[in-house]
């Protein structure tokens, strides 16, 4: 049965993959018009555009240029920019850690406002408290991030000028510079993220606290924190791990708004970029790297059910 279900692991895994491949491939091979007279504009000639077409091996048949390029994916060339001639795969990842760093101190500071506001409204369900939260739910769900993003440049950059508007200062240069200008894009992602962590860990925790364990705990004298979070929040956290794993790929392609309008030279600005410059190939390359991201993360999320309830993985054993 174990070996069963990590073969159908394996084959899912694969199918999305190619998918996920076809798809990126399609993107550019299906775009109106001869893409090597688009890449050279008004340089071309048609001994150029030939020789452009050879190369991209767009004189090829659909599926040869299919499997020639999904071969050399395979071997980590994702291709070249058209106009710098440098390596898709290497300038992604000089990217990467800027949308990397984005989305982890988002999710970071989403669950660190989330699971204590979740946690204390649960606890103090129909109060006015509770209430407040969830009105306060409602509004951030109702506000989109570049609303909030802009909002937050009015006030804190423009009116109190507590923080940069816009740039980027790398942690080699200055970890307090880094932290100033990741202030506003983190909280223009996380404040649309949090009443949805926090709606759906409230709705765990009423119904745990309504389970016999816990109020045999009560009956034992433990302390209400302890309680709460040791012994509601883990089996309540299970949707909510679900939620964050499928949020990490999500937010991946919602920092393109935010990197663009706050100038992070992360991979969703290198997208636009790339749009913009009509690097069609780069663009390719973008989209397949960030499907398998997302990809890979769902992975790791259904391995991290086994630490937060180990019967899961005793089912699936047996």
């Not at 949090?194 to 765990?204: F, I, M, T, W």
């Not at 040791?230 to 949707?239: D, G, I, K, T």
């Not at 990490?248 to 919602?254: F, H, I, K, T, V």
């Not at 259904?302 to 309830?309: E, I, Q």
């Amino acid at each position: 049965m174990k070996l069963k279900r990590l073969l159908t692991g394996v084959l899912t895994v694969t199918a999305t993959l190619v998918a996920v491949s076809m798809v990126s491939f399609l993107l550019v091979a299906l775009l109106p018009g001869d893409i090597a007279l688009i890449i050279l504009g008004d340089a071309a000639t048609p001994e150029r555009v030939a020789a452009l077409r050879h190369d991209l091996g767009l004189d090829q048949p659909l599926p040869l240029r299919y499997l020639s390029w999904l071969w050399n994916v395979l071997q980590g060339d994702l291709g070249h920019a058209i106009h710098s001639g440098e390596a898709t795969l290497d300038v992604i990842l000089s990217r990467l850690p800027v949308t990397v760093e984005l989305v982890l101190l988002t999710q970071v500071v989403a669950l660190g406002l989330a699971v204590p506001l979740g946690i204390l409204s649960a606890y103090r369900r129909g109060s006015k408290l509770d209430h407040g939260v969830l009105a306060g739910c409602l509004a951030l769900l109702s506000t989109p991030a570049f609303v909030l993003a802009l909002g937050l440049v009015y006030v804190l950059a423009l009116r109190l000028q507590w923080l940069p508007a816009t740039g980027y200062v790398s942690l080699s240069e200055s970890l307090s510079g880094n932290l100033e200008s990741m202030v506003m894009p983190v909280l223009s992602l996380a404040l649309i993220e949090v009443p949805v962590y926090l709606r759906l860990l409230r709705s765990e925790m009423v119904g745990t606290l309504q389970q016999n364990y816990i109020a045999l705990a009560r009956g034992m004298g433990l302390p209400t924190w302890r309680i709460l979070f040791e012994n509601a929040l883990r089996p309540s956290s299970l949707n909510l791990i679900t939620v964050v794993g499928v949020n990490m790929g999500r937010l991946m392609g919602g920092a393109i708004v935010i990197e663009t309008l706050f100038a992070l030279p992360g991979v969703g600005q290198l997208l636009v970029e790339s749009i913009y410059q009509q690097e069609y190939l780069m663009t390719q390359g973008i989209v397949l790297f960030v499907a398998i991201l997302f990809i890979l993360v769902n992975l790791l999320t259904d391995l991290a059910y086994a630490l937060v309830d180990p019967r899961l993985l005793r089912d699936a054993e047996g």
